[in-house]
């Protein structure tokens, strides 16, 4: 079976098979792309990864069987320029009030409340993080890396990606409380009330 740096490598001389790359990773880099910056940005950041891919493939270190990591890497570059971009789009959904139209169930209109809520309250724990630990944890969830490919396209050692981690996960893991916290008041509040 064909990995990766073979083909990387049979593009050195027949560039038609770098397209083997694309085919392969193009939706993934696309849906990375669009969760980290949006549709407008989404398709640019993916076109533009290729390219920069296509024109450094001779930089590609063939160590690694698995061409992911130096992708995500090389779009994770891209998409720091679009970081604005993506703290606007964040803060947009964490100080959205969804109202949407709902039914006239009470417990499914509490459903949706709280969804929201759960919703917007991780999406400004996530644009409270430092751009490096969103970064991180962005990869590990959204792009599917391991720490090791998370280094590699970040082009730090795997002990900094650690650390990086577990910042971002004991934060957003604070926020996840302090959001059951206020969701219990909250209900113990109704229960009160509906005594």
């Not at 730090?156 to 957003?172: E, I």
Request: charged residues 30%; aromatic residues 8%.
């Amino acid at each position: 079976m064909t990995n990766d740096s073979d083909i990387i490598r049979r593009s050195r001389e027949r560039p038609a098979a770098f397209a083997e790359l694309y085919d392969k990773y193009a939706r993934m880099i696309y849906r990375y792309a669009f969760r980290r910056a949006g549709e407008s940005a989404a398709e640019d950041v993916m076109a533009g990864t290729f390219l920069a891919a296509f024109e450094g493939r001779d930089s590609f270190d063939h160590a690694w069987d698995d061409a992911r990591p130096w992708l995500f890497g090389i779009a994770t570059n891209l998409l720091r320029r679009h970081h604005r971009t993506e703290a606007k789009i964040l803060k947009i959904i964490a100080k959205s009030s969804g109202r949407d139209a709902y039914t006239d169930s009470t417990e499914q209109i509490a459903e949706q409340l709280d969804a929201i809520a759960t919703t917007s309250a991780l999406a400004l724990a996530l644009c409270k993080l430092s751009p490096v630990d969103r970064e991180c944890i962005l990869l590990y969830a959204w792009a599917d890396l391991t720490y090791e490919g998370i280094a590699q396209a970040t082009n730090v050692p795997v002990g900094t990606v650690r650390s990086r981690m577990n910042r971002a996960r004991r934060k957003l893991k604070d926020a996840a409380a302090a959001l059951r916290n206020n969701t219990e008041e909250a209900d113990h509040g109704r229960t009160q009330v509906t005594a």
